[in-house]
């Protein structure tokens, strides 16, 4: 009888080594029954032997099966992962590739010659919440104005006694500016000076007491140096300024006493005050503002004298105060 091991090749190959492989024994068995080595009647007895070992290596199989299923599993799994990752990765690295050639291209459009834009000042003022430091730096410009005399003050005094008018002067002036602006998010703080030349003049006629006379004043140059402090609020610039005022005044009294002495006193004084306003600028372009401004001066100008064709004392004391309103262009740099 020819016996033919009923194991597939990978159950003969899948056996451990610490045992010899039933396979190859049952196959050993029947080539010796085939060759009359082994009686057909021991021969039984082996392979019911043999035989009642093979379920265990059918369960040994069956495991060594479902333990390499799960390998297998786990390494599609893996590959699954490792696709995923891969898949995100090369979304980032695409999304990077498009941010930097948008951020590129402006630039490169700049370096072939292309057109550049230039934000206008109501651009950079349409973005409410942080302002741009405009108005800092240093600025100069000009101006013109008109002034007049609020009640200039003066006092005539001879041996007749002495005698007070409040002469109103008025006329026109323009003259420049020169500041320097620091900026600290909306509020600006700056120190501004200016110079102004005109003819802002008055007089008065007299005739009681002092038997007729009159006098005059002309502010034919004056000039402040001020600090300045606004809020800056889109193109316009709203501040209050305050500081040192100075003028040059010329004074003239002429007249004749109840005694028939005649006088005749004129000179120059150099007067100094104070001065206080405000005023509103607006942004013209980046480097270009206009402004409207008022200023009250109140100036001193002090005392001088001579004497009359009787030899008595005569002399005027000048108060004038004045006020102006302006406007100017200022550029800044």
């Avoid at 299923?69 to 090369?90: E, F, V």
């Avoid at 741009?132 to 002034?147: A, D, H, K, L, S």
């Avoid at 320097?180 to 802002?200: K, L, S």
């Avoid at 004084?269 to 200023?295: L, P």
Wanted: net charge positive; glycine share 14%; aromatic share 10%.
């Amino acid at each position: 009888m020819r016996v033919v091991s009923a194991l597939p090749a990978k159950a003969v190959r899948s056996g451990r080594r610490r045992r010899p492989r039933l396979a190859r024994i049952v196959l050993s068995i029947g080539r010796s029954i085939n060759s009359g080595i082994v009686p057909k009647s021991n021969a039984g007895k082996d392979l019911a032997h043999h035989a009642a070992r093979l379920p265990h290596c059918g369960r040994n199989l069956v495991t060594k099966a479902a333990f390499n299923r799960r390998q297998s599993k786990q390494r599609g799994k893996s590959i699954m992962t490792l696709a995923r990752i891969s898949s995100a990765s090369s979304l980032l690295a695409l999304a990077a590739a498009g941010a930097i050639a948008a951020c590129a291209a402006p630039a490169a459009a700049a370096d072939l010659g292309g057109p550049s834009y230039r934000p206008s000042v109501k651009d950079e003022y349409s973005y409410a919440p942080q302002p741009m430091p405009f108005w800092r730096g240093f600025y100069f410009g000009g101006n013109v104005g008109y002034g007049w005399d609020g009640g200039n003050n003066q006092t005539l005094a001879t041996s007749d006694g002495a005698f007070s008018a409040g002469i109103e002067n008025a006329g026109a002036f323009g003259g420049a500016q020169f500041g320097y602006n620091a900026q600290f998010g909306n509020i600006v703080v700056g120190v501004e000076a200016d110079i102004q030349g005109g003819d802002v003049n008055g007089s008065r006629s007299f005739a009681a007491g002092l038997a007729a006379g009159t006098i005059s004043t002309d502010i034919d140059y004056f000039g402040t140096i001020r600090g300045r402090l606004g809020y800056a609020t889109g193109p316009f610039l709203i501040y209050a300024t305050g500081g040192f005022a100075w003028a040059n005044v010329d004074t003239q009294a002429v007249g004749v006493t109840t005694a028939g002495n005649a006088y005749n006193l004129s000179g120059s004084s150099f007067a100094t005050g104070y001065v206080v306003g405000a005023g509103v600028e607006y942004a013209i372009s980046r480097n270009w503002s206009a402004k409207m401004e008022y200023q009250y001066l109140n100036l001193d100008a002090g005392t001088f004298g001579g004497v009359d064709s009787g030899g008595q004392a005569v002399s005027t004391k000048v108060e004038p105060d004045l006020h102006t309103v302006r406007m100017g262009l200022n550029y800044r740099f």
